[in-house]
Protein backbone atom coordinates (compact mmCIF):
# COMPACT_ATOMS: atom_id res chain seq x y z
CA UNK A 1 0.00 0.00 0.00
CA UNK A 2 3.06 2.30 0.36
CA UNK A 3 3.98 2.09 -2.89
CA UNK A 4 0.10 2.70 -3.53
CA UNK A 5 0.56 6.06 -1.84
CA UNK A 6 4.37 6.18 -3.23
CA UNK A 7 3.09 6.19 -6.65
CA UNK A 8 -0.09 8.36 -6.02
CA UNK A 9 2.10 11.28 -4.35
CA UNK A 10 4.67 11.06 -7.44
CA UNK A 11 1.79 11.30 -10.12
CA UNK A 12 0.20 14.22 -8.05
CA UNK A 13 3.96 16.29 -8.29
CA UNK A 14 4.05 15.15 -11.49
CA UNK A 15 0.93 16.57 -12.65
CA UNK A 16 1.37 19.20 -10.49
CA UNK A 17 4.70 20.39 -11.88
CA UNK A 18 3.45 19.97 -15.25
CA UNK A 19 0.54 21.88 -14.41
CA UNK A 20 2.82 24.74 -13.48
CA UNK A 21 4.87 24.39 -16.47
CA UNK A 22 2.04 25.31 -18.59
CA UNK A 23 0.46 27.77 -16.47
CA UNK A 24 3.86 29.59 -16.75
CA UNK A 25 4.09 28.77 -20.62
CA UNK A 26 0.66 30.36 -20.68
CA UNK A 27 1.87 32.85 -18.90
CA UNK A 28 4.63 33.70 -21.11
CA UNK A 29 2.19 33.68 -24.14
CA UNK A 30 -0.29 35.70 -22.57
CA UNK A 31 2.47 38.65 -21.52
CA UNK A 32 3.73 37.99 -25.29
CA UNK A 33 0.24 38.83 -26.45
CA UNK A 34 -0.26 41.58 -24.32
CA UNK A 35 3.38 43.25 -25.06
CA UNK A 36 2.17 42.79 -29.03
CA UNK A 37 -1.00 44.34 -28.63
CA UNK A 38 0.01 47.34 -26.59
CA UNK A 39 2.98 48.02 -28.90
CA UNK A 40 0.87 47.49 -32.06
CA UNK A 41 -1.32 50.27 -30.52
CA UNK A 42 1.18 52.46 -29.45
CA UNK A 43 2.40 52.31 -33.35
CA UNK A 44 -1.03 52.97 -34.23
CA UNK A 45 -1.25 56.02 -31.75
CA UNK A 46 1.99 57.37 -33.22
CA UNK A 47 0.92 56.96 -37.12
CA UNK A 48 -2.36 59.00 -36.02
CA UNK A 49 -0.48 61.77 -34.47
CA UNK A 50 2.05 61.71 -37.55
CA UNK A 51 -0.84 62.12 -39.62
CA UNK A 52 -2.86 64.14 -38.21
CA UNK A 53 0.17 66.41 -37.90
CA UNK A 54 1.41 65.66 -41.77
CA UNK A 55 -2.88 66.72 -42.55
CA UNK A 56 -2.12 69.94 -40.61
CA UNK A 57 1.00 71.11 -42.38
CA UNK A 58 -0.63 70.70 -45.30
CA UNK A 59 -3.81 72.97 -44.86
CA UNK A 60 -1.19 75.43 -43.32
CA UNK A 61 0.84 74.90 -46.97
CA UNK A 62 -2.31 75.26 -48.82
CA UNK A 63 -3.86 78.01 -46.68
CA UNK A 64 -0.64 80.03 -47.15
CA UNK A 65 -0.58 79.52 -51.50
CA UNK A 66 -4.83 80.84 -51.43
CA UNK A 67 -3.36 83.63 -48.98
CA UNK A 68 -0.38 84.42 -52.07
CA UNK A 69 -2.57 83.74 -55.01
CA UNK A 70 -4.81 86.41 -53.02
CA UNK A 71 -2.09 88.82 -52.94
CA UNK A 72 -1.16 88.13 -56.43
CA UNK A 73 -4.44 88.54 -57.24
CA UNK A 74 -4.71 92.17 -55.68
CA UNK A 75 -1.38 92.87 -56.75
CA UNK A 76 -2.51 92.56 -60.45
CA UNK A 77 -5.91 94.28 -59.91
CA UNK A 78 -4.08 97.45 -58.63
CA UNK A 79 -1.91 97.36 -62.00
CA UNK A 80 -4.56 97.03 -63.75
CA UNK A 81 -6.71 100.08 -62.42
CA UNK A 82 -3.53 102.16 -62.19
CA UNK A 83 -2.86 101.36 -66.30
CA UNK A 84 -6.58 102.24 -66.90
CA UNK A 85 -6.79 105.09 -64.48
CA UNK A 86 -3.23 106.26 -66.69
CA UNK A 87 -4.99 105.49 -70.03
CA UNK A 88 -8.22 107.31 -69.41
CA UNK A 89 -5.72 110.66 -68.24
CA UNK A 90 -4.36 110.92 -71.02
CA UNK A 91 -6.76 109.89 -73.25
CA UNK A 92 -8.60 112.92 -71.95
CA UNK A 93 -5.94 114.76 -72.24
CA UNK A 94 -5.31 114.07 -75.97
CA UNK A 95 -9.28 114.53 -76.37
CA UNK A 96 -9.15 118.00 -75.20
CA UNK A 97 -5.75 118.85 -76.93
CA UNK A 98 -7.85 117.70 -80.14
CA UNK A 99 -10.57 119.57 -79.64
CA UNK A 100 -8.73 123.02 -79.08
CA UNK A 101 -6.58 121.81 -82.28
CA UNK A 102 -9.59 121.34 -84.54
CA UNK A 103 -11.42 124.73 -83.10
CA UNK A 104 -8.65 126.43 -84.63
CA UNK A 105 -9.02 125.02 -87.89
CA UNK A 106 -9.35 127.30 -91.03
CA UNK A 107 -11.30 125.58 -93.52
CA UNK A 108 -12.92 122.23 -93.64
CA UNK A 109 -10.53 120.45 -95.41
CA UNK A 110 -7.99 121.60 -92.59
CA UNK A 111 -10.80 120.19 -90.23
CA UNK A 112 -10.54 116.74 -91.64
CA UNK A 113 -7.29 116.37 -91.80
CA UNK A 114 -6.70 117.03 -88.35
CA UNK A 115 -9.51 114.70 -86.81
CA UNK A 116 -8.53 112.26 -89.67
CA UNK A 117 -5.03 112.49 -87.51
CA UNK A 118 -6.55 112.87 -84.51
CA UNK A 119 -8.66 109.36 -85.41
CA UNK A 120 -5.78 107.66 -86.31
CA UNK A 121 -3.78 108.86 -83.11
CA UNK A 122 -6.22 107.53 -80.70
CA UNK A 123 -6.88 104.11 -82.32
CA UNK A 124 -3.17 103.01 -82.38
CA UNK A 125 -2.82 104.57 -79.00
CA UNK A 126 -5.83 102.81 -78.00
CA UNK A 127 -4.93 99.02 -79.51
CA UNK A 128 -1.34 99.59 -77.84
CA UNK A 129 -2.60 100.12 -74.56
CA UNK A 130 -5.19 96.78 -75.14
CA UNK A 131 -2.02 94.95 -75.86
CA UNK A 132 -0.51 96.78 -72.23
CA UNK A 133 -3.33 95.39 -70.52
CA UNK A 134 -3.57 92.05 -72.00
CA UNK A 135 -0.05 91.34 -71.15
CA UNK A 136 -0.58 92.65 -67.40
CA UNK A 137 -3.68 90.28 -67.17
CA UNK A 138 -2.19 87.55 -68.07
CA UNK A 139 1.17 87.90 -66.34
CA UNK A 140 -1.87 88.69 -63.43
CA UNK A 141 -3.50 85.69 -64.19
CA UNK A 142 -0.45 83.73 -64.03
CA UNK A 143 1.14 85.16 -60.83
CA UNK A 144 -2.33 84.26 -59.61
CA UNK A 145 -2.40 80.59 -59.65
CA UNK A 146 1.11 79.99 -60.03
CA UNK A 147 0.81 79.15 -55.85
CA UNK A 148 -2.39 77.05 -56.50
CA UNK A 149 -0.89 74.93 -59.11
CA UNK A 150 2.10 74.61 -57.29
CA UNK A 151 0.13 73.06 -54.06
CA UNK A 152 -1.76 70.48 -56.57
CA UNK A 153 1.63 69.47 -58.06
CA UNK A 154 3.25 68.82 -54.89
CA UNK A 155 -0.28 67.25 -53.94
CA UNK A 156 -0.04 64.79 -56.82
CA UNK A 157 3.48 63.90 -55.89
CA UNK A 158 2.57 63.19 -52.54
CA UNK A 159 -0.10 60.57 -53.46
CA UNK A 160 1.58 59.24 -56.05
CA UNK A 161 4.75 58.57 -53.40
CA UNK A 162 2.30 57.37 -51.47
CA UNK A 163 0.72 54.30 -53.22
Known amino acids: MADAAETVKKTVETATAQVKAQ ?3 VKAQAEKIQ ?3 AKAARDAMDKSIASVTELNAEGQRNL ?3 VASAAAAQ ?3 EALSAQTVAFAKK ?5 VAASQTLAQARSVQELIELQTGFAKSAMET ?6 K ?5 TASVKDTFKPLNERVAASVERFQ ?3
Open 23 to 25: TET
Open 35 to 37: AAG
Open 64 to 66: EAV
Open 75 to 77: KGA
Open 91 to 95: SWEDG
Open 126 to 131: YLSETT
Open 133 to 137: LTETL
Open 161 to 163: AAR
